[in-house]
């Protein structure tokens, strides 16, 4: 079974929608990051959470809003969508307490397309 | 303004050739540096990572190389497979963050033909 749970998977919505992706993990660890992953751009980070009650802006955290609602779970809404929010969204994971570096664990994606 | 760099959007080898991919960072503050390699469909994995105290770390076929007085990191595939093609990102935590947050490049395309 995966880790970190990312649903949906793929997502068609048209401009104006109110949309929420949801990611799950059975990972146990505290902080859970929302990235963003525009071709050629890499990926680029939207919100973190460093437990239940933190909440952190990223680089691009403008349209965007998240919530933590439990320590296994952290969704990342859309307002409005627009069609420049059309990307793949990564959810990641990671224990600073198992790991030096802070290496980071992604679920699999979602693929939304904004009309 | 992006504080780790891949120039290279994508890298083309044969197979049992060494593939070499580069990164370079501007932070001085950044301690750790990690490489991901990421496969079409599914969210990118740890590959390997290196501390800013050593200039090599190994792991079979793959050897991370830091030259932090030229901010400057690089990925060898040795030998390289068809397998091995993909996205790969280099990523480099900030120890001067409180949150330890990790900054990735735009990642390099890998492509290996037999």
């Known amino acids: 079974d995966a880790d970190v749970t990312q649903t949906p998977r793929n997502r068609i919505t048209k401009t104006g929608k109110r949309i929420m992706l949801e990611c799950s993990q059975t990972k146990g660890h505290d902080r859970m990051y929302w990235y963003r992953q525009d071709p050629g751009l890499g990926l680029r980070l939207i919100y973190y959470?460093?437990?239940?009650?933190?909440?952190n802006k990223g680089e691009i955290s403008d349209g965007y809003s998240v919530s933590r609602q439990a320590q296994a779970k952290f969704s990342l809404s859309l307002e409005s969508a627009i069609p420049n929010q059309t990307a793949l969204y990564f959810c990641?994971?990671?224990?600073?307490?198992?790991?030096?570096?802070?290496?980071?664990?992604f679920g699999p994606g979602t693929r939304l397309t904004v009309l | 303004d992006q504080q780790v760099k891949q120039n290279s959007p994508s890298l083309s080898v044969q197979e049992g050739r060494i593939s070499i991919l580069n990164c370079d960072y501007t932070?001085?503050?950044?301690?750790?540096f990690l490489w991901y390699k990421k496969y079409p469909a599914e969210g990118p994995t740890f590959l390997i990572s290196i501390s800013s105290i050593k200039d090599k770390n190994e792991d079979g076929r793959f050897t991370v190389f830091l030259n932090k007085s030229a901010k400057h990191l690089s990925l060898h595939i040795v030998p390289s497979q068809p397998g091995d093609s993909a996205v790969y990102f280099c990523?480099?935590?900030?120890?001067?963050?409180?949150?330890?947050?990790?900054?990735f490049g735009r990642g390099t395309q890998l492509t290996v033909w037999p």
């Open positions: 932070n001085s503050m950044f301690d750790y």
């Open positions: 990641a994971t990671s224990d600073p307490q198992g790991s030096a570096y802070n290496e980071q664990f």
């Open positions: 959470s460093f437990d239940v009650k933190d909440i």
């Open positions: 990523a480099a935590r900030d120890r001067g963050s409180t949150l330890g947050r990790l900054y």
